[in-house]
């Protein structure tokens, strides 16, 4: 069709339109609703998903969506994108700037393009398969960090998992080990931070394929390292997920096997 863009800038065409509908919306405090206890739904996650949805069909009538709202719609391509439209939405409801919007687009199973828009601090991580990751349109790569002593890493929580997610044992045990754990809230963020060397790892359970679709592209074309929280492949359907600078990476995954275990370096403290 002609005036169609290639996959990466329609990807961060749509994202920026999409962010500075959702920047508008976090300053003038639209209100939410809740989805269940815990999950919270705005206004704006279904006016973003619509406009990226919208725009997706006009460029790309033939490909499949997968969008976390439900507007997507499975019809059988080889190419499929993987849509956020508001990644961080209990940040974003409580008025916390850590949120994003983000996209990736896969064809036959291979992530191929990826963005990340974070519209508070207007800084856009966009990867492409075999031509790196970007930050603002500068080359960004992994961290040099050797160690896990010496990381900072960061992990989250899905809303509807808390009582029974076991990551709470993790986050516990690498805090006590590390530079220290961060918990941002938006794991599209958390990737592009690790793809650009903020953070040294990231790993979390229970995520969606719509929240680290362009997270896991943007880490591996920043030179770092993606698999589950066993060292195994990572695809779409693995409940765990791990990202880091590829040097922690081995002794990560020997502290999470031991952890796994219920070797815990560090059992609950009394308190006094
Ligand atoms: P969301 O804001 O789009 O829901 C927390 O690190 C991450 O978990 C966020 O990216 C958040 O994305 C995601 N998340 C929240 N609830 C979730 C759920 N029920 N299932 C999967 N991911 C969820
Ligand atoms: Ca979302």
Redesign the pocket.
């Known amino acids: 069709m002609p005036g169609t863009p290639s996959y990466p800038d329609a990807a961060i065409e749509i994202s920026l339109a999409a962010g500075n509908l959702l920047r508008y919306h976090f300053e003038n405090r639209v209100g939410f609703e809740l989805k269940s206890e815990f999950?919270l739904v705005t206004e704006a996650?279904r006016a973003s998903e619509k406009l990226i949805i919208e725009r997706l069909r006009r460029y790309f009538p033939t490909h499949s969506i997968q969008a976390?709202e439900g507007g997507g719609q499975e019809i059988g391509s080889e190419y499929r994108w993987y849509v956020?439209p508001?990644?961080?939405?209990?940040?974003?409801a409580h008025g916390y700037p850590a949120?994003s919007v983000t996209m990736g687009l896969e064809k036959n199973g291979e992530m191929i393009a990826g963005v990340v828009f974070d519209p508070t601090r207007n800084e856009l991580f966009a990867a492409e398969k075999g031509a790196g990751a970007y930050l603002n349109g500068n080359r960004v790569h992994v961290s040099r960090v050797e160690t896990l002593a010496a990381s900072l890493s960061c992990?989250?929580?899905?809303?509807?998992?808390r009582k029974t997610n076991p990551n709470i044992h993790f986050y516990y045990q690498m805090a006590m080990e590390t530079h220290g754990v961060r918990?941002?809230?938006?794991?599209?963020i958390?990737m592009a931070y690790t793809a650009c060397g903020r953070l040294d790892a990231f790993w979390?359970i229970?995520?969606?394929p719509?929240?680290l679709a362009a997270g896991k592209l943007l880490v591996t074309e920043a030179g770092g390292a993606f698999s589950d929280m066993h060292g195994g492949a990572h695809s779409m359907k693995s409940p765990t997920m791990l990202a880091d600078n590829g040097l922690v990476h081995e002794e990560l995954l020997a502290r999470f096997a031991a952890i796994f275990r219920g070797e815990l370096r560090h059992p609950m403290p009394e308190i006094r």
């Open positions: 999950d996650d976390e956020d508001l990644d961080g939405t209990t940040n974003f949120w992990t989250g929580f899905p809303n509807d998992s918990r941002g809230g938006s794991a599209a958390d979390e229970g995520l969606k719509w929240d």
